[in-house]
Every structure is written in structure tokens, then in C-alpha cells.
């Protein structure tokens, strides 16, 4: 009774799950959003960001079919970061393995580097974080141009070149610079170059202790004698990829759970609340189906044609559920079983 007493005074609520981050329609991007933040942040800076943004950050999806790519913008003032706007467009596997990460990467070094950065570097970093049939796409891209687009004279280049094929090779050089500059020092010194207060030019050689066109010829020799060997993760330690197991998003073809509520909904807010505080509840649903979220108000034709009267209805299969009272019960009522929380960390091997 307490609990519907607390529902209905929020029952302003939009329709949309809102996370610490990230606003999504779609609750698995929305999730992986958040898990992407996370893995940059502990990857780039050893932990978490400090704390949530001051105001989540929008996500826009497109599923086109074209191929994956995205675009995140954002406002630099004063040393702050602040209008977060990202799109996405792709299929949802592409998107999920990709684009999202590569996307949140640039927020998450906007938030830690607070400046605008040469592309090559921005492009490059966010590079690693996508995955590694990727990663090998941008390797096997330098073995078919000879030219090199990243010279002493382009480093601080803060626009993209103009035609798509360069800008393909800019990624391409980018992502292979950033490995082989990983593999150099630690994560922290790249960093500390994206953060410092000068142009590259001057930062780069600085904390690499090595003048510019001798580091961009090691680069060239080290990509030289790496294409020898292969391009996958595996065979060149990937910086990413290997050895941390391959932890991204599991992409398969579960079925779709459409969840239809609406924004006055008590029992739809519940719902949500539940799949962001008990993280079992959460794994196990997403586990065994695909979410998508409906809101009877922002779609009334498909709502029709699908005889949704009243909210929430979950439709799974052939199942119909209404009503929504708990976790356990849902999953019951869907033939499941709640799965405890897969820990974030491996347990210590004993
Ligand atoms: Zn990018």
C-alpha cells in the first residue's frame, strides 16, 4: 500500500527509463550506454568517473541499415562539458558491439580531458574501445595504402581531412598510433598528453621522451613488422581486447519482451525502478529475451493493433501478461527463474 502511495506521487515520471547517464527509449542501449562508461572511465583513468553527469546525456538510435556510425556532441566551456547530444545509427548488433562504445569513449575523455583534441587522437582512443573483428578491419585498412596521412606537420590537426577515404585512413592511423603508443607507457601518460595545456606536438614528445619524427618512425616499424604477424586481437596484445577477456555486450537473436506502459503508470514505474535496483532481475530477463519498451500515449496506433487496454502488458512469445506486481512474480508468470547477479569482478581463483 506504502509503496503505491509512494508510485502515484511520482507519477510524472517521462516515459523513458531515466539511468545516472543516460536517456534511451530503447532500455538495452540505455544499459550498455552505462557499462560503456564505465569500461572507458576504468580504462583510460584506473576508476569510474567521479560521479554521475550533471545532466544525463540523450541517446538517439536509428536501426538503418547502414553501416555502423555515430556522432556525439557536446559543449566545451570554462573547463566544463555540459549538452550532451549522441546519435547512433546501425543495426542493433553494430550498434551495441561499435558504435555505443566508440560513442561513449568520446564522452567519457570529454569529461576526463575537458579540451578539444587533434582528430586522430579522439578517433584513434575511441577506436580501442570498439570490438575485435573491428579493430581488425582498422588494421587491415593500413596494409592497403601506403601513404600516410599522420605526419610532424598533420599531428595537431583538429579537422577532418575532406574526402571519406582519407578519413577512413585518419581512423585507421589513429587507432594504429594509439596501440603502438599504449604498448609505449602506461594508459595514465596518454592521458596526461590529452589533458596538458599545449598542442600535441610539444606534449607527445614530451612524455614519450622521444622527438616526433623519430616516434612516428618506431610507429611505422613497429606497424610494419606487426602486419607480419597478423591483425587480430590475439596475435598483436591488443591493448583492449587482449588479455582482458572480450567482456563487451553479448550480442545474439534472444527474443523481443515488448513491455507497454505509459508515464502516469505506477506499477510501469515500478517495473522500471526494479530492472535498475536489482541487478538479477535485470540479467535474468535480459538474458533469456530482448527489451523493448512501448508507451501506449507515444504509440496509440501500434498499441491498438496490438489490444493493449490497459498498462503495463508484457508480450513474450505467445505470452500475455498484465499487471505487474514484483520481480518474482513476472519472471514466474514469464517461466523464469531469478539468476543471481553475475559479480563485476572474477571471484579470486583460490
Ligand atoms: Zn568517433
Known amino acids: 500500500m506504502l509503496r503505491w502511495a509512494l508510485l502515484l506521487g511520482l507519477s510524472l515520471h517521462p516515459q523513458t527509463l531515466r539511468a545516472q547517464n543516460f536517456i534511451c527509449s530503447d532500455l538495452e542501449l540505455q544499459h550498455a550506454a552505462e557499462v560503456a562508461r564505465d569500461r572507458s572511465a576504468n580504462f583510460w583513468s584506473g576508476h569510474p568517473l567521479p560521479g554521475p553527469w550533471y545532466q544525463p546525456c540523450p541517446i538517439e538510435w536509428s536501426g538503418s541499415q547502414r553501416s555502423g556510425q555515430g556522432v556525439t556532441r557536446y559543449r566545451l566551456a570554462e573547463g566544463e562539458v555540459f549538452g550532451w547530444q549522441m546519435t547512433v545509427l546501425g543495426d542493433r548488433n553494430t550498434v551495441l558491439r561499435d558504435v555505443l562504445p566508440h560513442e561513449v569513449d568520446h564522452a567519457v575523455r570529454a569529461s576526463l580531458v575537458r579540451r578539444a583534441l587533434p582528430r586522430w587522437l579522439d578517433e584513434g582512443c575511441a577506436s580501442v574501445a570498439e570490438s575485435a573483428p573491428s579493430h581488425a578491419q582498422l588494421r587491415s585498412q593500413l596494409r592497403l595504402s601506403r601513404r600516410r596521412i599522420l605526419t610532424s606537420e598533420t599531428i595537431d590537426a583538429m579537422s577532418y581531412p575532406t574526402s571519406s577515404t582519407s578519413t577512413q585512413q585518419l581512423y585507421a592511423e589513429g587507432f594504429s598510433l594509439v596501440e603502438y603508443l599504449l604498448l609505449q607507457r602506461p594508459r595514465s601518460d596518454l592521458l596526461r598528453v590529452q589533458q596538458a595545456e599545449r598542442p600535441l606536438s610539444q606534449s607527445l614528445p614530451a612524455v614519450y621522451q622521444v622527438e616526433l619524427p623519430q616516434l612516428l618512425a618506431d610507429w611505422t616499424n613497429w606497424e610494419q613488422s606487426r602486419l607480419r604477424v597478423g591483425t587480430t586481437c590475439d596475435c598483436v596484445g591488443c591493448p583492449w581486447h587482449h588479455p582482458l577477456p572480450q567482456a563487451g555486450p553479448v550480442v545474439s537473436e534472444r527474443p523481443v519482451l515488448t513491455v507497454w506502459s505509459a508515464s502516469w503508470c505506477g506499477p510501469c514505474l515500478a517495473f522500471q525502478q526494479d530492472l535498475q535496483r536489482h541487478p538479477g532481475f535485470r540479467q ?67
Open 284 to 350: 535474468t530477463l535480459e538474458k533469456r529475451f530482448r527489451i523493448v519498451m512501448r508507451d501506449i500515449d507515444q504509440q496509440p496506433r501500434e498499441s491498438g493493433q496490438s489490444g493493449i487496454l490497459s498498462v503495463p502488458v508484457f508480450l513474450a512469445d505467445t505470452r500475455r501478461i498484465e499487471g505487474y506486481q514484483g520481480p518474482e512474480w513476472l519472471l514466474r508468470e514469464l517461466g523464469l527463474t531469478m539468476t543471481p547477479p553475475t559479480p563485476v569482478h572474477a571471484p579470486p581463483s583460490s
